[in-house]
């Protein structure tokens, strides 16, 4: 009877949905300079502990910022993505 939604106008819907995407745009940007700002501080700390000789956690390290860099390399792909269906 009465329980039913109403209709959403279509353009009102694409609206809502651009301003979704541009939502996730905006979070995976976010999260994109977060993990730049995390590798930096890795490499520093690879090149700290490799002028104290220490080269096992070095290169556990190491191995995290291959891992970061891919996350990189993924929220690009992701975002560029999300941009191509947003118009």
Avoid: W
């Avoid at 999260?31 to 700290?48: C, F, H, M, V, Y």
């Amino acid at each position: 009877m009465g329980n039913s939604q109403p209709k959403i106008d279509p353009k009102e819907e694409i609206r809502q949905n651009k301003r979704t995407i541009k939502k996730a745009i905006r979070e995976f940007e976010r999260n994109r300079t977060r993990l730049q700002g995390s590798e930096a501080k890795i490499l520093r700390d690879i090149k700290t502990m490799a002028m104290k000789n220490e080269h096992g956690p070095a290169q556990i390290l190491a191995k995290d910022l291959v891992r970061q860099r891919l996350m990189i390399k993924q929220t690009y792909t992701m975002c560029s993505q999300l941009k191509a269906i947003e118009f």
